[in-house]
């Protein structure tokens, strides 16, 4: 029988031997940092902070933060702890906002890297014997190659497909009895939709598990992509700045388990930055534990979500995090009522004359903002004629002001209209 667990010390640790693993660690870390990035020297002299004044964990609050505008600041490598010498690999961020946020390994670093994400997949049943194709974009991008690698050490055979030509996917899947899906979600629905019309049941295919992430997406989305195409959703969450995916990944029962012995996380309230308790909401930050070429202090992801500590069944003793509710970027203040994409999203998910597709178009009329939800509708539906259409965008306006609380126009698009994703999807079309 093959183990349970990747690494069972860690993903089993009782509360106080982690508590007192991050502690050492974070120490470790902080005295790294203040010797070597004149950023972060500056940056604790001038909240008159020392490495030395840490000395519980609690004592991370004293800390400054670290946002985005930092790493732009800092491009290319003004935040490396360490010598180009000693970096071995370089990644970057999509630079979806802006100048890409660069991600500097040591040999070290990618190695701790590549465990997480076998921990990770391991949970999430590849085994030796999977066959697992990777859909992920391959380059500069952190996904492609942290999953190569993950599997690569759980010595799977990987198909290491890339991202789009999405019928040689789904001939891939076919002929080489794919076992194992990575890609995001989005594109995820991109293959399963052109399968369906390329007739062919992705549930008789030997496809069984889906490793996705790189963006939100909401439980209604997950439960679509299991009941269409027969795979067990698993998800992965990370971020370049912290090392990529590798930094939260599920276990069998939908929970988040966060790899808390490499991050450190913590939740604030994203507006007066004081800690919020576990179980609430509020802005995620993370704190690397063990990295060394860029390790990043109290770093603030933007990504709204929630921390639980509550046992798991699977046996795993990792704090967990609820699904991201979205990033603050994204949130949306529409008559004063905050909105975020994934609830739209969940709302949309109700109805299923609705294709699993939207954009959200923001405009102004005159000086006012204005918001328009664009969806497709099945084929079926779209042939029903205007007066079913109307009535159905009308129910939909309905129940997104019976859940959220605000008056959106729904526009349903002839099919085929919203540009199908092969890595993350783009919800908001910002035209103000
Ligand atoms: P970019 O900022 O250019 O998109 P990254 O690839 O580093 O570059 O993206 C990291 C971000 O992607 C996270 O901060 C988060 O917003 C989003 N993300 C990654 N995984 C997930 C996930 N499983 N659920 C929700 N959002 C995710
Ligand atoms: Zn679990």
């Given at each position: 029988m093959s183990k349970k667990f990747w690494d069972e010390k860690f993903e089993t640790m009782n509360e106080s031997g982690m508590k007192a693993f991050q502690l050492e660690k974070l120490k470790e870390t902080v005295a790294w940092v203040y010797d070597r990035v004149p950023f972060y020297k500056n940056a604790f002299d001038e909240r008159g902070v020392k490495p030395s004044d840490l000395q519980k964990l609690e004592d991370i609050a004293k800390f400054p933060f670290t946002v985005k505008t930092a790493l732009r600041d800092n491009y290319p490598f003004g935040l490396c702890a360490v010598p180009i010498s000693d970096v071995v690999r370089v990644h970057a961020s999509s630079g979806t906002t802006g100048k890409p946020i660069t991600g500097p390994y040591t040999a070290e670093d990618l190695d701790q890297w590549t465990d997480c994400m076998a921990r990770g997949l391991w949970a999430q049943e590849v085994r030796p014997d999977s066959i697992l194709q990777n859909a992920y974009g391959m380059g500069l991008f952190t996904g492609g190659l942290g999953f190569l690698q993950g599997a690569m050490r759980i010595q799977c055979a990987v198909v290491p497909s890339g991202a789009g030509m999405t019928e040689r996917q789904i001939m891939l899947i076919q002929d080489f009895g794919t076992t194992a899906l990575c890609c995001t979600p989005s594109y995820c629905l991109t293959i399963i939709e052109k399968a369906e019309k390329m007739g062919v049941d992705l549930k008789k295919t030997n496809l069984k598990t889906g490793h996705f992430g790189a963006e939100p997406w909401t439980v209604e989305m997950r439960s679509e992509i299991e009941a269409r195409s027969g795979i067990h959703a698993y998800e992965h969450y990370g971020l370049t700045e912290l090392?990529?995916?590798?930094?939260s990944f599920t276990c069998e029962h939908y929970k988040i388990h966060i790899n808390e012995d490499h991050v450190l996380p913590e939740i604030v309230d994203p507006g007066t930055l004081d800690p919020v308790e576990l179980g609430e909401e509020g802005e995620l930050v993370f704190t690397s534990l063990q990295r060394r070429a860029m390790p990043m202090i109290r770093y603030r992801t933007r990504d709204i979500c929630t921390l639980r500590r509550e046992k798991c069944e699977c046996g795993r003793t990792l704090v967990t995090m609820d699904k991201i509710l979205g990033r603050s970027d994204d949130m949306m203040i529409i008559s004063g009522v905050n909105v975020f994409p994934s609830q739209v999203e969940t709302c949309l998910m109700e109805f299923e004359q609705v294709e699993p597709l939207y954009q959200i178009r923001l405009g102004k009329k005159g000086y006012i903002d204005h918001i328009t939800v664009e969806i497709e509708v099945k084929s079926a539906m779209y042939q029903a004629g205007q007066g079913k259409l109307d009535e159905l965008a009308k129910s939909i306006s309905h129940r997104i002001q019976q859940v959220i609380g605000i008056n959106v126009p729904i526009v349903i698009l002839p099919q085929d209209t919203i540009e199908r994703s092969i890595?993350?999807?783009?919800?908001i079309i910002d035209e103000r």
């Open positions: 090392m990529g995916p590798g930094v890595g993350k999807a783009k919800r």
